[in-house]
């Protein structure tokens, strides 16, 4: 790796501006345009905590935190076991915890600085995510004083490396059916943890096939003969020489499809006693005698309050999606605005990738995507950070925190996916080299889509949450209001619930004195289409699911099955219209003109790239005519035309130094083997002994 | 893998009919249906050549061709290399060689049998292909007896494995502007190989790191003066124990994404002598005076009719590909059908995940997809056969087969990805281990999608293939005549270019006796509607760019790349078709009534799952009312519905036997496990001394 350079800036060669391949200007400098401020923008996507995300890219400057490809798993794993002492030795780890353990109780920056480490190596990311997300977590979060004191020093400095036991086999989405038990039991004052059958093995938990001395264990609480569900205890899995401690067992889950620095694994326990004193005793506890209290009476609730409080891997989740994927389109664009395939031909220089029309379709709505994503994650992490720090800590504000966090992490996470593929792809055979870095970012952010909530999952829940918003606003209407309200709403009154602002709160600004104004597709419109799209679709489901509340218990789960699939579209559309928003309203904040009228043709792509996605939708729902819905493609076409001289700058502000990226390609390797080429062709063609071409041959005969 | 049971049948345990769970029948016997037979389907699925599979499939049952997980790069690579040598011992690399060599001159047996190496160890069937399919091919398509005598059994019997050099790090999918060059020299007779700068090196080639004794090289042949274009050489590249010859070097690929058992790397050469004889000449030669000769005059098709002869990758890719995506289906949909998670809120069992609504509508679409491409592959391998065998080898029929190679191939291909991620993602965590496959799956086929031709650049090759057709049938028309036939064709009559039937000739039979008569899409309309899409599609482009034949080059090649994406699209929507109609022409073949039955439906989701892809397309151009496309989606929800019983049958009928499948989750594991559950809680109440949920004592003191 002693080669990185910096890389390089868009290509600067003449080019002949008549005559020449189908292109469009390569730089906005080309195109007599204004261009964006790069360090500015840098500035607006790191967000509220960029002093902290610096900080962290500083830091992983260091090799000995990248991912080194090819590694055996054995010996992956003990490195990323010496790289999380490494983040602790910079302090790392402190961030998330109280002042009184050393840390620094700042939780928007804790996530902020966790979510750089994807670039290092996702294994690093996830391995310290697994030790102080949520094996810490669950002990700070739902234990209290005691707990901290006992443990959260050896937590913080990983001495004790820890095992976050919630899945099993068995259950996974459903956490409330685990069947592992905690049986109180009074006469020792201990609890007896048990697995009373093999679905009941905890399975898939980092740290728990080799390094984890201790495990935050979910398992059934039983005292009196009553089952009060799901609590948590912290239970000792393994002495100081590593060796499972008696009635402990367990397994290795063995290789993976990514993340291979973690040692996944297995835990069961045979009759397991641990001192009453080990259940994370914040939300519901048990006294010597065997007698259960709560503050929290509702047993669903209890457990809701629970799992909420384990939030933040879903937000982590969210923004290391998006950084991973920030990197897979730098990489890409900065090759595609580099290489050149075919000539035109026009008999000139061969073309830049991303002079095709297919080439610009393919990544630049990828590019306003991630960009928007950026801008959500942000609004995330503050809330996240409003919720945690007690600033804003009320239950309505932690369910929209959830809520939130339920929207965005599927659609960031599959997101990642589709678009480190297609960067892959775009690069050809080059972009499956590892050391081009996409395919190891596909196989580590594969599993992002499935763990901290399966993504189809999560989104169920949020179209749950809309449902019952949509429900409570009729709650003392009638049909006819209802039917009047599913006809006459306009984008400034529209339902918006569990959403980034209050219902009705319209978006800052839609940055309409730019010239987006083009076949009246402007910003209000992109709003009110997403906006009417989210409302419709959750009041159909909600108009089809009426019978169920008078129906016997089977139809009505028959009932919601058939409206399922549709109900997760609605989710997946309010997260859609949430990411929109917040990339308004980070437009909103730029003053420069130049990065304002570059960024607002940016947003206008993603929204068009969303509305072209749902188009059949809003053909049928006649929300779009026939012509208006042809030209949305048409449009599409043409701001990525105009975004293509842009491209390189836009993707340079991601902030990313040499040591982030890595990959070859996207070194100026390309550039300088190009440069060479033509040389070589240029001196041939000057020497007199180039050969002729047998077809100019055979026109000369003619 | 000493615990592989035989995949265990669909649950057969009993289920309330009613007040259960939101389910379908299970099986077809539930459903008191007529079910597949699922012998027959096996047969109907393994094509013309089931015989060879099956023989295949019997091979590879042998644990020692089976891919390792975490198997360190360079263990698998030799681990690979000595299962070539195994393929040789079992004779399986006779198949496509002639007679006199040893081998079966059979090429539709052979590419049958290589597709199947899929399921031991996605490295092995490329490995062998770049042997016999990439080098071999070269030299046995290109070459004439002389070099047959001379290498072919070496090859056959892998005493010299070899590479492929055509691609350079410089071009990959345009071939004809590769750099390395080959200037024949009168006075030794010998041809100079030269690479003359960086970006012509030759990469990603499979056998060049590390196995590779000799390459076939291509390279811009010149002599006396003149460059005949692109050519193809036999060179040695490493002596007996493994070192590079003089003059040649080269570099290791390194880890990939995945295929990690093929030893991929670069080739240079510094001025390195072949003897004359090396010309690999049937297509062209080049006399001992330097004088050149080739039976076919222009370079343009010269050059495509020896790329043609290695049609091949691409019909193979095209097969495995299906057959891959084959067992990630399997896998996923024999875990859906016994993967329970979540009660219904019925108070019932907890519901079986191919129960959900969601994930039927995930899953049965692909399911009909992948048979569509297993009827669409034997379609296509009959065709290469006819070419190949010289049935029926005219420049037409070649022409035809490479379009409808590359029409099929990138189809298959991206299916395979998308396919097998969702199955994936449907597993969970089961999912990402790497014992259950998939992820490995997912990382090895990855490169189909770029490799042998670029899935887009193949996709526009058919695309101007389709233009070109439909110019020729307006070539003496006039623009009266162009406009009439826009607005009136239907799918009776259309234009159907590069395809499986020759023009207007129907498919044999729409299965219209069915009770697929349903909402009026049923399988006539479905024909016309994907029909006239591509008819349509292909006739705006090639309006769009009628203007180009007047224009200068630079700006016709700017038209073309404004329609580029477009173009791209009709060629997919010309792919889809066809599939579509092999999948119908399939069905038609079958006389048992429930498989008939059973299959049409299949193929109905299947083309409905296409037209609802497509919806927005047919609601723009007035194909489809709005009422209409919205019972498309609604449609494809019952069809998913009415298939779920039949799914395990369906899925069963791939014939994969344990040695096949190998994934933990679907060996009845997951089954059993819920059994012993389910005990566990019979006992614990017949006890006496289960412990009251808190919710129950709640209800209670009230």
Chains 1, 2 share one sequence.
């Not at 200007?25 to 923008?41: G, K, L, S």
């Not at 076991?81 to 790392?92: N, R």
């Not at 076409?637 to 502000?653: G, I, K, N, T």
Request: aromatic letters at 8%.
């Amino acid at each position: 790796m002693a080669d990185i350079v910096r890389p390089t800036t868009p290509a600067t060669h003449t080019r002949t501006p008549a005559g020449g391949a189908p292109t469009a200007p390569h730089t906005a400098e080309e195109a007599a345009e204004p261009r964006i401020d790069v360090d500015a923008v840098t500035d607006l996507l790191l967000g509220t905590w960029a002093h902290t995300r610096r900080e962290a890219r500083e830091m992983i400057k260091d090799p000995a935190l990248w991912r080194v490809d090819g590694m055996p798993m054995a010996e992956h794993r003990e490195r990323v076991m010496s790289q999380v002492h490494l983040l602790v030795q910079h302090g790392a780890s402190k961030r998330a915890f109280p002042k009184e353990y050393g840390g620094l109780d700042d939780n928007g920056a804790n996530l902020a600085g966790f979510m750089e480490l994807v670039l290092a190596d996702p294994s690093l990311q996830i391995k310290s995510g697994v030790q102080w997300g949520l094996f810490g977590s669950a002990v700070y979060q739902l234990g209290t004083k005691k707990h901290h004191d006992e443990w959260l020093p050896g937590i913080i400095d990983a001495s004790i490396p820890g095992a976050f036991a919630m899945t099993e086999t068995g259950h996974g989405s459903d956490v409330a059916a685990i069947g592992t038990t905690a049986t109180y039991d009074p006469d020792t004052e201990e609890f007896v943890i048990h697995t009373p059958f093999r679905g009941a093995w905890k399975d898939y938990l980092g740290n728990a096939a080799l390094h984890g001395r201790a495990a935050t264990v979910f398992a059934q609480l039983i005292t009196g003969g009553v089952n009060y569900g799901v609590h948590c205890f912290y239970v000792p899995i393994r002495d100081e020489e590593g060796t499972f401690l008696p009635g402990v067992g367990g397994e290795d889950d063995g290789v993976k499809g990514g993340l291979n620095g973690i040692d996944n694994g297995r835990l069961h326990f045979d009759q397991v006693r641990v001192p009453r004193f080990n259940l994370l005793d914040r939300y519901g506890q048990v006294a010597a005698d065997g007698s259960y209290t709560s503050e929290i009476d509702s047993p669903g609730r209890r457990f809701f309050t629970m799992l909420g409080a384990l939030v933040q891997g879903r937000v982590s989740l969210d923004g290391a999606a998006t950084t991973g994927t920030a990197l897979a389109l730098y990489i890409a664009l900065t090759y595609a605005n580099q290489r050149r395939q075919f000539d035109s031909g026009a008999g000139t220089d061969e073309v830049v990738l991303l002079d095709y029309g297919k080439h610009q379709r393919r990544l630049l709505p990828l590019l306003a995507q991630n960009y928007a994503q950026f801008f959500s994650n942000d609004e995330l992490l503050r809330k996240f950070d409003d919720v945690f720090s007690g600033k804003g800590d009320t239950p309505d504000a932690r369910e929209d925190l959830e809520t939130l966090a339920a929207a965005l992490k599927p659609l960031s996470t599959w997101n990642a996916l589709s678009t480190v593929q297609e960067a892959r792809e775009a690069c050809g055979g080059a972009g499956f080299l590892a050391e081009n870095r996409m395919v190891g970012l596909h196989q580590d952010l594969d599993v992002y889509a499935t763990f901290e909530g399966d993504n189809n999952v999560l989104l169920q829940l949020v179209g749950k949450r809309l449902l019952s918003d949509f429900a409570q606003q009729f709650k003392d209407k009638d049909a006819a209001a209802l039917a009047r309200f599913a006809v006459g709403q306009t984008a400034g009154k529209v339902f918006h619930g569990a959403g980034l602002r209050a219902l009705g709160q319209a978006v800052t600004d839609f940055g309409s004195t730019a010239r987006s104004v083009e076949l009246g597709l402007r910003a209000e419109q992109q709003h009110e289409l997403l906006t009417d799209r989210v409302q419709q679709m959750v009041a159909d489901v909600a108009g089809r699911m009426r019978p169920a509340a008078k129906m016997p218990a089977d139809e009505a789960a028959d009932l919601f099955n058939q409206n399922q699939s549709e109900l997760i579209e609605a989710a997946r559309a309010h997260g859609e219209l949430l990411q929109w928003e917040a990339f308004t309203d980070g437009v909103a904040k730029v003053t420069d003109e130049g990065t304002r009228q570059v960024l607002i043709w940016l947003r206008d792509l993603f929204g068009m790239y969303l509305i072209e996605k749902h188009l059949a939708w809003y053909l049928i729902n006649g929300r779009l005519s026939a012509q208006r819905a042809a030209s949305v493609s048409r449009y599409i076409d043409r701001l990525s035309a105009r975004l293509r001289p842009h491209a390189q700058d836009l993707v340079d502000a991601y902030g990313f130094e040499p040591e982030h990226v890595r990959a070859p390609i996207a070194s100026g390797a390309e550039l300088e083997r190009q440069n060479e080429a033509r040389e070589y062709y240029a001196a041939l063609r000057a020497s007199g002994e180039a050969p002729v071409s047998e077809k100019s041959l055979k026109k000369k005969r003619k």
